[in-house]
């Protein structure tokens, strides 16, 4: 048992309360912003290097032993995870110093953005299944109203769809917990996976296994529920977009590698292949829906949905190899994405749109935002060194090794079809000459000066060394995915954590 579990989720909750107490000072909400997500990446990573000592970090809320208490368990895939989210945190608290509205300062923003990170932190390291759902209301709260801090039309349009689905997931999801808990009698996951053996009705179980696909498919943004993303994602302020691009969405995949890795294992056969299908889906959908857009955020939410599908491809094959590409691609996927939202943000602050149209000519007088957006966007598309390579490299090589041919063909068109839309951004964004009816070239020529353009750009190439290191020295990072492919591949190492090896 270590207290190194608790910090990531105290941490934001303290944030967010002195923010709050704080509400009248904007400045003191931009301190506590940045000096508490640093605080966050610092607790997450002393979190990854307790797991890696000791393989699994537990404790017990109060003086009761598990299963009755609420546990907390962090192994290394919740430790990897804890750790992007502190990552992905600090470099949306220093974007948000100059990106996000003083209206929004004061109406919110950054207790708002300190629940939602705790609500992720505490999503990837409850260990029990009812708080699962109570740490996904945090976030469906917090996240809507970031969606709506403004009021504008389109924003509440796209936070409209994205609360009834996500309301929509969770009233199945609470019902799945219903009807697992009559059959089991626990909430505990780890009491759960001893448990559901003694079953008396399989197919009952593998009905509430396909409950909880449905749910935190919803939350992934998967096929076929998944249009409630790019309806919303591309409405807020750009770092709430980064925000939401890079860590929500991921909370609903770890839940499907959790569970369909910890408790639904009993009829692999028929739950993975559903699986299977739903990852191929979910890459051919999102990515075409991406070759359709001209405007450059929607165009990267669609590829929030595509890449979600090699994730769950990696879930899906259930091998080794594919575990690990799994865990390998969400680390590379959450740092990339959430870069590319933010050099969309940029260049709205240079040129004023979203829209591919009017947009043009930041190569000639911006080279180097140029070269951090290629960073991102090559890796995105799977194009080496990049860490999108690798991640694909292994999720495809283990597509082969099971023999799930047309499963793999679809990935590696997806790739290319990937490559397509990182070329039409560039051609469009950077390459081609500013269109004649722009006017607003003294930003973009870099006339208008800004004390304070460090804070847009320090966060961007800060994620953009991330991903030349996760490309350039790959051999640590898919070690520590090997480590994580291990322990869910065998759960009852999960189970002797929290139970201390009690008999069912």
């Not at 469906?140 to 609360?163: C, D, H, W």
């Not at 409405?235 to 929500?248: I, K």
């Not at 865990?327 to 260049?347: A, D, E, Q, R, W």
């Not at 353009?453 to 320090?458: H, S």
Request: glycine share 8%.
């Amino acid at each position: 048992m270590s207290s190194a579990v608790v910090y990531p989720i105290l941490l934001p909750l303290l944030a967010g309360a002195l923010s709050l107490a704080l509400w009248r000072s904007v400045r003191w909400q931009r301190t506590l912003g940045v000096v508490f997500n640093a605080a966050l990446l610092w607790a997450s990573i002393w979190l990854l290097q307790e797991v890696m000592e000791h393989g699994f970090v537990t404790m017990e809320m109060g003086s009761w032993p598990a299963p009755f208490s609420i546990v907390l368990v962090a192994d290394v895939l919740a430790a990897i995870m804890v750790v992007l989210t502190g990552i992905i945190g600090l470099a949306i608290a220093i974007y948000s110093l100059v990106s996000t509205p003083r209206g929004h300062e004061k109406f919110g923003y950054y207790p708002l953005m300190h629940l939602l990170l705790a609500g992720v932190a505490g999503s990837f390291l409850t260990g029990d299944i009812f708080n699962l759902f109570v740490w996904f209301e945090v976030m469906l709260l917090a996240s809507f109203a970031l969606l709506t801090l403004g009021g504008e039309r389109a924003q509440m349009e796209g936070a409209i769809k994205y609360v009834t689905l996500n309301l929509f997931s969770s009233a199945i999801f609470l019902t799945a917990v219903g009807l697992l808990y009559g059959m089991v009698g626990t909430l505990n996951m780890a009491d759960i996976a001893q448990k559901v053996a003694q079953v008396e009705d399989p197919g009952m179980l593998t009905v509430v296994a396909m409950l909880f696909m449905v749910s935190f498919g919803i939350k992934a943004a998967a096929f076929p529920l998944f249009f409630w993303l790019p309806a919303s994602y591309h409405t807020p302020q750009v770092a709430v977009s980064a925000l939401f691009a890079g860590l929500l969405t991921k909370v609903g995949v770890y839940a499907l590698f959790r569970m369909f890795t910890l408790i639904f294992t009993q009829d692999v056969d028929y739950t993975h292949t559903i699986l299977l299908w739903a990852a191929s889906l979910t890459m051919l959908t999102g990515v075409l829906g991406a070759a359709a857009q001209f405007e450059f955020r929607r165009i990267l939410s669609f590829h929030i949905i595509s890449q979600i599908g090699y994730m769950m491809l990696g879930l899906a094959l259930y091998t080794p190899l594919a575990l690990i590409g799994g865990v390998f691609y969400i680390m590379h996927h959450i740092i990339v994405k959430t870069n590319l939202f933010l050099v969309s943000g940029i260049t709205y602050r240079l040129l004023g749109s979203y829209e591919l149209k009017d947009l043009g000519g930041v190569y000639k007088h911006k080279p180097w935002l140029a070269i951090l957006f290629l960073i991102p966007a090559l890796s995105l598309a799977g194009i080496p060194p990049l860490s999108g390579f690798f991640a694909k490299f292994i999720v495809i090589r283990a597509g082969i090794e099971a023999e799930a041919y047309v499963v793999t063909g679809i990935a590696l068109l997806v790739g290319l079809l990937t490559l397509y839309s990182m070329i039409k951004i560039w051609a469009e964004v950077f390459w081609k000459k500013l269109p004649e009816h722009v006017t607003n070239t003294a930003r973009l020529e870099g006339r208008i000066k800004d004390k304070h353009n460090w804070a847009f750009y320090v966060p961007v190439v800060g994620l953009a060394v991330c991903t030349l290191i996760i490309g350039l020295n790959g051999q640590p990072i898919y070690e520590l995915a090997e480590k994580a492919a291990t322990q869910l591949l065998n759960p009852q190492l999960y189970i002797d954590a929290v139970l201390g090896g009690q008999q069912p």
